[in-house]
Structures are given as structure tokens and as C-alpha cells.
């Protein structure tokens, strides 16, 4: 059970933002994706989600076998891909508990029960040290960053998907809460699921200690290596990596 | 034997009907409402004596209600009242039953000669609706009011005056119902509602028209005295061309309005609103909030002022307006204003036309839901501040069953719209 991206090209309107990207996750696993920014690591987590506003010119987008490179986001998340979003969208007028029974259902034949639902929530919750009062909150709406990204973090634990892509989940977040959000993916960990864990910053990896590091820089994955690679960035610096590729090219 | 006060009214407004021309609006020559298309001499008041209720039972269900009324056509063909401290009726009798109740408030609010189809109204409106709550009595249950054309060619005048005693507390609603008819029709309303002194009132419009060729050409107008609390919820589900003034006068101190309207507009539907938030008297309070959704060819124009007079110093109101367009072939406007005469009060109005945002529609669709649902939800969402206030289990219902069926009548359009949307971000 995999997560395959195959030679991806990316394109938006006025520009190509991916050059070809390879990048397998096993179930099981749990990667991280590095870069500077500007270097396309939302890009690429917004192509597996299939985000219209990105074109895939070349390549694919693979999910335990199946080819979901031109499939809409909503076959993504019932295959089983899930995204914790950098900047999530504000649903006025959605409560947070009708908004994940929604989701919930959307991957189910029958209807959660409501006093599962409610178990499941309230499990879920207290995992993330969420108060009561949240659920009954539009998503999103006045949220602080903090609570935006454990809002992001309670659906992934309440959909439990095969795959799951953080895109910049820890930044924004202060100890306190990089160590809740760090807590609850860590618990999420385990032989049925493959996290790609996307972030500018190393802060993370320091609580949820990653199998694989990938380091990408102007829309190439330019590094690959162990959780010591994260290590190595920590001291040196995005500019290593440049000055490194800049050699190895000339 | 009709009463002088009503006989002359009537005179006096025929002559101000047949001599004024039928009116076309137009709003700094870009908005233009032109009845050029309404054959005003093929239409007539019908008269019946029986109804099919199961379009009324659609919309009303089983609740049970304090008061029902029902005029099809020219006719009141309905009446029941089940709390006996009412007085519910058609106006033509009340008129004659409690003069000294109907001549007080008769057309004091609306004068017989402020346009064309006003003046009509003032003429010609027959059966009618009179509704009066005595001082201190709390009525739980709501006083409905159904308006039924379902005969094309049909002229309804229609007419209703409500008035709410001292510190007395009431729910009314007033339902504007037609089947899809095949040919035009007209419903020229009046309504007025006076809120004497510490009284409550939740009052709520629902109109859908259905559609075919209705058009309504209404004025409505609320006074609320002293300490008196209205709050207004008018929704518009439908109609083929609709023109109407809304009005909500606070004109003593001490007294509040919640106005809160909702509309919805599909295929070629044409929406002329004008609302007005005026407040006659120091220390009153107001919040006028008003959201649209458009879809096909169909257009719609809210115009919202505050106005608040010489002498009304202390008043604190505040006014939004929000359209939403789904469609690239509708045309939405949304106008704010304000004529504030007086120093020291606060009054602040905002407005918004906007589309569905993308980046919401993705988002939801990466949990799984579908298309389809997330634009739904949203569109509820948007609605949903609006459909809250309405505080009735039994309207919300209907009004979020409404609005999904309207929009899943629109989903390939929608579909198109948003993504033609996303491609250009």
C-alpha cells in the first residue's frame, strides 16, 4: 500500500512549479518534505489533493495503485488521501461538529450513529486538549492559527486516512501547541497509515521524528536521505543545499 | 353597508389609480423595473368560495396556529381562530363588525396616493385581512396569513392591517403562495402592522410565487411604538418580477426592529427591494441585515436606507447587505445608504457582492463531500444567520428545503460557474 508520485509536472497559469517529482511513501511511513520557501512543497501537496487551480502536464499521481492524478479532490479523500491545509478555508455558518459529521459520512454507506459520532469526537478531542465549546463554532471562522491547525488535526483523526499530507501544520504554532498538534499525529502513527509531513522548519521533526527526509528546491527534490538529513539542514542552512546542487550541477 | 372612512379612501385612490400612468423605476439609469411586459387589462380579481388546501398544507404543514386565514383571489375563502382572544378576519368585515378598532390605524401608514399600484390597492382591495391582539395577551402559537392566487389572470388586491396591543405578544406570518400557472398574474399588496407601546412582535414574510408569471407590486410598513420590539424576517423564494417597499418605523423612543431578509433568485426572475430602516424618535434601536443568492438569467437589486430624522438624537442602527452570485448571466446590485439629520447617534451601514470562493468549494471536497453538496452547504451557511432568526423550527425547514431545491435545480450552472472561476484564479 503506497503513495506514488511519478515524474510530476506542475504548471499554474503563467508557470511551471514542478519539474518532474518522484516520491513514494509506504504505509507505515512517515516522510518529510523540506524546503525554503517559494521551492513548490504546497504546490505539490495541493496536486495531490487536486486543487484546480494547479495543472499536472506530465506525470502521475498514484494511491494504492489506482490512478488519481485527474480524479476531483472529493475521490482523492474517499480513496483515502488526506490533506491538513496551510491556510484552511473558513465555512460560515458550518458548526465543527456538523462539518466532520459530514465528512465522516461522506466516506461511509450508512450514517455514523450519533452517539458514536459523539464517543468518537469526544476521544478525538481530548487527544488535542480541545475545549467543549469548539464544536458548536463555525469552522474556522475567528479561529486563532492555533486553533485552525488542531481544527485541521481533528478531522485527520476522525476521517483516519491511509494518507495524510501536513502542509505547514507546525508553523504559526507556538511550544505549546506544535507539542499537541506533534502529540496527536504521533498517536496517528502505525503500521495502517503514511503521513508526508511538509515544513519549512525542522522544529517539528524534533517531536515527530520522520523515516525519510526530502529536501526540494526550485520545484526538484534535490536531497534524499534519513532523519539525519534534517539534522545536517538544522546546521547548515537552506544555502548548503543550493551551494551543494549548484556544484553538483557545474 | 361599507364604512365612510373606507368608502372615501377608496374614491379618493381611484382617482389617483386612473390618473397615474403605469410606472417604470429606473435608478440612476443603470436598474430599470418596467412592467411592459404585464397586460394589466387582461387581468381580474376572481372570486371563489373553496380552496385546494394541499399547496397550503406544503408550506404550512401541521402546525398548529393561533389563527389561519386564507384569500384566494379576491376572496376570503378561510377562516379559523383557535385562540378566542383574537380578533382574526377579513378586513371588509371588520370594517363593519369594529369600526372603532380598524378606523384608528386604517391606511395611516399608507397613504392612497403614493404611486400607481398603491393607489390601486386602495381601491379596489377586497376581502382582506384584519388581525388584532388584545393589550397584555401573549399569543404562543403563530397567526398565519395565506395569499393564494392560483388561476392565471387573476388580479389580487390584498390588503392587511394588523394591530398589536400594549405590551402584548404575537407571531405573524404571511404567506404569498402560487402553483406554476400558465399566464400572468398580479398581487398588488398593502400591509401595515402597528406595535403599540411594549409590544412584541415576530413577524415574517414568505413569498414563492413559484414559477410562473407572477408579479407583486407590494408596500409594507411597520410602526413600532414606545418600547415596542418587531422583529421582520421577509424571505423571497419566488416570483417572476417582484417591486416592493418595506418599510420599519421606529417613531417613538425606547422601541427596537430586527429586520432580517433573505431572497433567492433563479432563471429570469427580476427583484426590485427597497427597505427602510426610519427612526422618528430619539433612543431606538435597529439592525437591518439582507443576503441574496442569484442564479440564471435573474436580477436583483436591494436598496437598504437608514434614515434617521431632525430630532432623533440617540438612535444606534446599523445595516449590511450581502449578495451572492452563482450564475455569470445574473446580475446582482446591493445599495447601502444613509440620511442621518441629527447629531449624536450611531449609524453605520456595509455591503458585499461577491461569488463562492473556490478555495471553500476545494476544501470541503478534499473531506469527501461532493461538489454538489459542498456549494449547498455553503450557500446554507451563508443563509444560515438569516434563517436562525426566524426562531421557528417549521419556517426554517421550509426555507432550507426551498432554497436546496433551488439549488440542486442550478447545479450544472453552478457547477460551470465555479469552475470556470477556479480556472481564472
Known amino acids: 500500500m503506497t503513495l506514488e508520485i511519478q515524474n510530476l509536472h506542475v504548471r499554474t497559469e503563467d508557470r511551471e512549479i514542478l519539474h518532474g517529482v518522484d516520491l513514494t511513501v509506504k504505509k507505515g511511513e512517515t516522510h518529510a518534505l523540506m524546503g525554503p520557501n517559494g521551492s513548490g512543497k504546497s504546490t505539490l501537496a495541493n496536486t495531490l489533493m487536486g486543487n484546480p487551480v494547479y495543472e499536472v502536464t506530465e506525470g502521475r499521481v498514484l494511491l494504492n495503485g489506482e490512478d488519481l492524478t485527474e480524479a476531483d479532490p472529493d475521490e482523492r479523500a474517499k480513496a483515502g488521501l488526506f490533506m491538513a491545509f496551510q491556510y484552511p478555508a473558513t465555512i460560515p455558518g458550518v458548526s465543527v461538529a456538523n462539518f466532520l459529521r459530514m465528512a465522516v459520512n461522506a466516506r461511509r454507506e450508512e450514517p455514523i450513529k450519533v452517539k458514536e459520532f459523539g464517543s468518537v469526537l469526544k476521544e478525538n478531542m481530548d487527544l488535542l486538549r480541545i475545549s467543549r465549546d469548539f464544536t458548536s463554532r463555525y469552522l474556522n471562522e475567528g479561529f486563532s492559527g492555533g486553533e485552525k491547525k488542531r481544527a485541521e488535526i481533528l478531522q485527520l483523526a476522525m476521517l483516519q486516512p491511509d494518507f495524510a499530507v501536513l502542509d505547514e501544520t507546525d508553523s504559526g504554532l507556538d511550544i505549546d501547541a506544535l507539542r499537541i498538534v506533534a502529540d496527536g499525529v504521533n498517536a496517528m502513527r502505525g503500521d495502517e497509515r503514511g503521513f508526508l509531513i511538509i515544513t519549512h522548519y525542522t522544529r517539528i521533526l524534533s517531536y515527530v521524528r520522520p523515516d525519510f527526509v526530502h529536501i526540494m528546491l526550485d520545484g526538484r527534490i534535490v536531497r534524499e536521505g534519513g532523519a539525519e538529513l534534517a539534522d545536517e539542514l538544522e546546521q547548515k542552512g537552506y544555502e548548503w543545499v543550493r551551494e551543494e546542487v549548484a556544484a553538483g550541477a557545474g | ?425
Open chain 2, 1 to 425: 353597508m361599507p364604512a365612510d372612512f373606507v368608502d372615501e379612501r377608496r374614491k379618493a385612490a381611484l382617482e389617483a389609480f386612473e390618473a397615474e400612468p403605469v410606472p417604470t423605476w429606473r435608478r440612476s439609469g443603470f436598474w430599470t423595473t418596467s412592467l411592459r411586459g404585464l397586460d394589466l387589462e387582461a387581468l381580474e380579481p376572481k372570486r371563489y368560495d373553496s380552496f385546494d388546501s394541499d399547496l397550503v398544507h406544503d408550506h404550512l404543514g401541521d402546525e398548529e396556529h393561533a389563527a389561519l386565514i386564507v384569500q384566494r383571489g379576491a376572496s376570503v375563502v378561510h377562516t379559523h381562530v383557535a385562540d378566542e382572544r383574537l380578533i382574526v378576519m377579513p378586513l371588509e368585515r371588520a370594517v363593519e363588525e369594529h369600526p372603532d378598532l380598524v378606523e384608528p390605524y386604517f391606511g395611516r401608514r399608507l397613504p392612497h396616493d403614493e404611486g400607481k399600484f398603491p393607489a390601486g390597492t386602495a381601491a379596489f382591495w377586497t376581502g382582506g385581512v384584519f388581525i388584532h391582539v388584545p393589550k397584555n395577551e401573549r399569543i404562543e402559537k403563530p397567526i398565519q396569513v395565506v395569499w393564494l392566487i392560483d388561476e392565471p389572470g387573476t388580479a389580487q388586491w390584498a390588503h392587511t392591517l394588523a394591530v398589536v396591543g400594549e405590551h402584548a405578544e404575537c407571531k405573524i406570518r404571511e404567506y404569498f403562495l402560487a402553483p406554476d400557472l400558465e399566464g400572468q398574474a398580479l398581487h398588488s399588496g398593502a400591509f401595515e402592522l402597528y406595535a403599540l407601546p411594549g409590544a412584541q412582535v415576530d413577524l415574517a414574510h414568505y413569498q414563492d410565487w413559484g414559477p410562473g408569471d407572477v408579479h407583486d407590486l407590494s408596500v409594507r410598513r411597520v410602526e413600532v411604538q414606545r418600547d415596542a420590539r418587531v422583529k421582520w424576517v421577509p424571505i423571497h423564494l419566488g416570483g417572476r418580477l417582484t417591486k416592493q417597499r418595506l418599510d420599519i418605523i421606529t417613531a417613538e423612543q425606547g422601541s427596537d426592529m430586527r429586520h432580517t431578509g433573505l431572497y433567492f433568485t433563479e432563471r429570469d426572475e427580476h427583484l426590485d427591494l427597497f427597505t427602510s430602516d426610519k427612526h422618528e424618535a430619539g433612543h431606538t434601536t435597529g439592525d437591518t441585515v439582507w443576503k441574496g443568492v442569484l442564479t440564471g438569467d435573474s436580477r436583483a437589486s436591494y436598496e437598504g436606507l437608514i434614515h434617521i430624522v431632525p430630532k432623533a438624537p440617540e438612535v444606534d442602527t446599523y445595516l449590511q447587505t450581502h449578495q451572492m452570485l452563482l450564475s455569470p448571466k445574473a446580475k446582482g446590485d446591493a445599495i447601502p445608504s444613509l440620511i442621518v439629520e441629527v447629531d449624536n447617534v450611531k449609524a453605520s451601514h456595509g455591503g458585499t457582492v461577491g461569488e463562492l470562493d473556490p478555495e471553500q468549494i476545494f476544501y470541503m471536497m478534499t473531506r469527501g463531500i461532493p461538489r454538489a453538496e459542498a456549494v449547498r452547504v455553503l450557500v446554507e451557511g451563508y443563509f444560515e444567520e438569516v434563517v436562525q432568526r426566524l426562531e421557528d423550527p417549521g419556517l426554517e425547514e421550509l426555507v432550507r428545503r426551498r432554497v436546496a431545491e433551488k439549488l440542486k435545480g442550478a447545479e450544472q450552472q453552478v457547477r460551470e460557474f465555479i469552475g470556470e472561476r477556479a480556472e481564472a484564479a
